[in-house]
């Protein structure tokens, strides 16, 4: 099968695209074709070396699939060929889904919500599974509370809004100015350019002084410990970014906030929860390009640059769907 493998740590260059044997399901696994995959910043921060203790090389990475079980290996009760499917990869923990086919515990598979493509289930596998732990798992944001969502363009973000407001709660958030529309369009209610305005005087003004409930942190930063600045009494803050400096949260003492450190978990039951938001209508993640397998390292450039005009998600798609989305193999590096 082909398979974009990365030989070592460094830029977009740093994959090849290879043949490699295709894997077989073990007892309790799934075979899966995969039809399609989208990129996280966990995918360039692998890349770049950031987890390379994690990582042994040469590797498959990519954490989001959606696809079609193949074959199942024994002891597989919930799968049979032909179903679709959608689940990301068990992280930091064997081969990921930038390849034609992928294995995966029965465990961490859902069926894919019919309404969804593929590739617009693959680009909620892994920002979806995210939100809902942060959110319900962690946050347990209630009916009639207020949320403030840092980066609500993103992959991440996108996602949250629309999670949000269907949970019930008020939500604010953060993006540039271009991207006010895609975010009311999403359910914000009040957006916050974030390189023209700082957000705490923007949350204190609209809450009258009072602050939000919750705030997601998507950016890292100094985002811990200016949380304290937007919360109420007895608030919450979730982060996902693993920060390295040291943030003084003193100030959360004063407010009894709570925080939360999220590093997402693989595992059906959310992907049941999402898919029947999925299907009432509720949630449905964009899809801000597509690109083939061989052209992800030119999906990566993009993400990775700062002003890069995204909106939502990057999805690759691979073999014949790859085709039929008119996603041209390209190459920039390595070895074709
Ligand atoms: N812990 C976990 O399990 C987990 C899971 C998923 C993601 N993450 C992490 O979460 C972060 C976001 O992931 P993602 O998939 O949403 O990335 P993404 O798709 O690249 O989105 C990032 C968003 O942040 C916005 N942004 C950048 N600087 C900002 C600022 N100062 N204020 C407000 N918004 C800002 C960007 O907007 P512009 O277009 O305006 O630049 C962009 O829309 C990454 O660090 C990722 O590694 C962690």
């Known amino acids: 099968m082909k398979a974009l493998v990365l030989k070592q740590f460094g830029g977009p260059a740093a994959f090849a695209l290879s043949d490699v044997p295709k894997p077989a399901p073990q007892a309790g696994q799934v075979l899966v074709r995969v039809e399609a995959t989208s990129i996280n910043p966990l995918d360039y921060q692998v890349r770049r070396g950031d987890y390379a203790d994690l990582v042994p090389l040469p590797a498959i990475t990519g954490h989001d699939v959606s696809g079609v079980v193949e074959a199942v290996g024994p002891g597989v009760t919930a799968f049979i060929p032909g179903d679709e499917v959608w689940y990301t990869p068990q992280i930091f ?113 609209e809450t009258g002084g009072q602050g939000v409930d919750v705030v997601l942190d998507t950016i890292g930063g100094n985002t811990l410990s200016r949380s304290p600045d937007v919360l109420t009494q007895l608030g919450r803050v979730v982060t996902i970014v693993d920060t390295a400096q040291p943030q003084n949260v003193i100030q959360a003492w004063g407010k009894n906030a709570s925080y939360h450190f999220v590093f997402t978990r693989q595992n059906r039951g959310k992907l049941d929860e999402l898919g029947a938001l999925v299907e009432r209508g509720q949630l449905r993640p964009h899809v801000g390009a597509v690109y083939s397998l061989a052209d992800i390292p030119l999906a990566h450039a993009r993400l990775e640059s700062p002003d890069n005009g995204l909106q939502g998600k990057i999805a690759i798609a691979v073999g014949a769907l790859a085709e039929r989305h008119g996603a041209k193999p390209r190459f920039i590096g390595g070895t074709a």
């Open 93 to 205: 923990d064997g081969p990921g889904s930038y390849a034609e086919y992928h294995v995966a515990s029965e465990n961490i598979v859902g069926r894919k919500p019919a309404s969804l493509s593929h590739v617009e289930a693959a680009s909620l596998s892994l920002v979806g599974g995210t939100v809902w732990e942060a959110l319900v798992g962690r946050a347990a944001l209630r009916v009639g509370e207020s949320i403030l969502i840092h980066g609500g363009a993103g992959g991440v973000g996108h996602i949250a809004i629309q999670i949000a407001k269907a949970m019930g709660a008020r939500v604010f958030t953060t993006v540039r100015d271009t991207n006010f529309g895609f975010a009311r369009r999403l359910g914000a209610d009040v957006v916050i350019d974030y390189r023209k305005e700082d957000y705490v005087e923007a949350v204190l003004r």
